[in-house]
C-alpha cells in the first residue's frame, strides 16, 4: 500500500469516527429542541460518515494479528500507523485509488447534503423538506445517500435495498438507541407536559395561535393537534401490541405527521385543545403506568420491522419534548 494511499485512510478512519459520534449527539439534542429535519439530516450524515470510516479501517486493518487489534484501542494512532504498515498483501495502488475515489464521491454527496440544509436554515426554523427530501436512505454498503424513493440497488456499491436505513423526520428506536428514556422517565416526562401546554398557550391570543407562522410550518394550535393525533396512534399501537390475540403489522397509510390534516384543529378553542390533551394523555398514562418489565420489552410489527412497547413510549416521549419545544420559540 502506497504511503499516500495509507495517509487518506487513516485521515478518513479518524475523521469519520469522530464526525459520526458528534452528530449522533447532535441530532439527539436536535430533536430535543424540536429540530426534526436537522436531527434527520444529522443522523443520515453521520451514517454516511461511519460507513466511509469503517471501509477506510478495512483497508489499513489487513493483517491476520489479533494482538494487534486489541493494542491497538490501547496505544492510540501511533499503533494503528504501525499495524497498517506490517501489510504487505493488500490491494493494489490501483485499486486503493478506485476505492478512495469511491470514498471521495460519496463524502462529497453527504457535503452537498449539508450545504443544502444550511442554505435552507437561512431562511426556515427547520430544514425545509423543498430543500432535502422528507425521507433519506443510508447505504450500508459505502455510504451512498438517496433522497426519497428507495433504490433496488446502490448506485455507487451495488448493495441492494434491504441494506439501506431509513432516515425520516423522526426516530421510533435507532441502530445506535439514540434517546433512550427509562419507563419512569417516560411517565414522568408525559405527565407533566398538559400542564406545561397550558401555560403556554394561557400567554397568547387564540385567534394568533391559529396563524401559521410561515406557509410551510404549522401553527400553534396544529402542533397541539398533531402531538393529540400522534398520541392516539401510539395507543392503538401498544394496545395492539399487547394484545395476544393480534397478529401480523400494524402499519397506517398516512404517516404519523399528517394525522392531523383537515381535522379542524386551527380553528378549535384552545381551551378545548387542551382538554383534549389532557384526556388523550390520561389514557396514555393508564395504559403505561401497570406495565410489567416484561410488557415493557413486548414487541410488534410497524413498516416491517420489529419495535418494542419501550421504543413506541420513548417515540411519543421525545416527540412530545421537541414539539413543546417549538411552542415555546412560537409564544411571546
Known sequence: MGANYES????????????????????????????????KVLRA???SQR???????????????????LEANLHGEAELDAFARQTNDGPSDEEMAEEINRLNAVE??????????????????????????????????????????????????GALSIEFEWFGPFYS???????????????????????????????????????????????????????????????????????????????????????????GYQQLPAAELVERLAASRQHSLDLLGGLSAEQWTEEGGIQGRPISVLELAIWLTNHDVGHVAQLRRYMP
Not at 9 to 23: D, H, P
Not at 56 to 67: E, G, I, K
Open 8 to 39: 487518506v485512510l487513516r485521515k478518513k478512519v479518524r475523521g469519520g469516527g469522530v464526525a459520526y459520534a458528534r452528530n449522533l449527539a447532535a441530532a439527539e439534542r436536535a430533536v430535543e429542541v424540536g429540530l426534526f429535519n436537522v436531527a
Open 45 to 47: 450524515v453521520g451514517h
Open 51 to 69: 460507513v466511509v470510516a469503517t471501509r477506510a479501517a478495512r483497508r489499513l486493518l489487513m493483517a491476520p494479528d489479533p494482538q494487534a487489534w
Open 108 to 157: 462529497t454527496q453527504a457535503q452537498g447534503l449539508l450545504d443544502r440544509s444550511l442554505k435552507s436554515l437561512k431562511q426556515h426554523t427547520d430544514v425545509s423538506e423543498d430543500d432535502v427530501a422528507q425521507i433519506i436512505w443510508g447505504c450500508y454498503g459505502c455510504g451512498w445517500l438517496v433522497e426519497d424513493e428507495l433504490p433496488d440497488a446502490c448506485p455507487i456499491c
Open 173 to 263: 428506536s435507532t441502530p445506535e438507541h439514540l434517546g433512550t428514556r427509562t419507563p419512569q422517565d417516560i411517565l414522568a416526562t408525559l405527565e407533566a407536559i398538559p400542564d406545561e401546554v397550558r401555560h403556554l398557550l394561557d400567554r397568547g391570543d387564540d385567534d394568533a395561535l391559529g396563524r401559521r407562522p410561515a406557509e410551510d410550518e404549522w401553527s400553534v394550535k396544529e402542533i397541539i393537534g398533531h402531538i393529540i393525533e400522534v398520541e392516539g396512534l401510539f395507543n392503538r399501537r401498544v394496545a395492539f401490541i399487547l394484545d395476544t390475540e393480534s397478529e401480523g403489522d400494524f402499519s397506517t397509510e398516512i404517516p404519523p405527521w399528517a394525522l392531523h390534516e383537515g381535522k
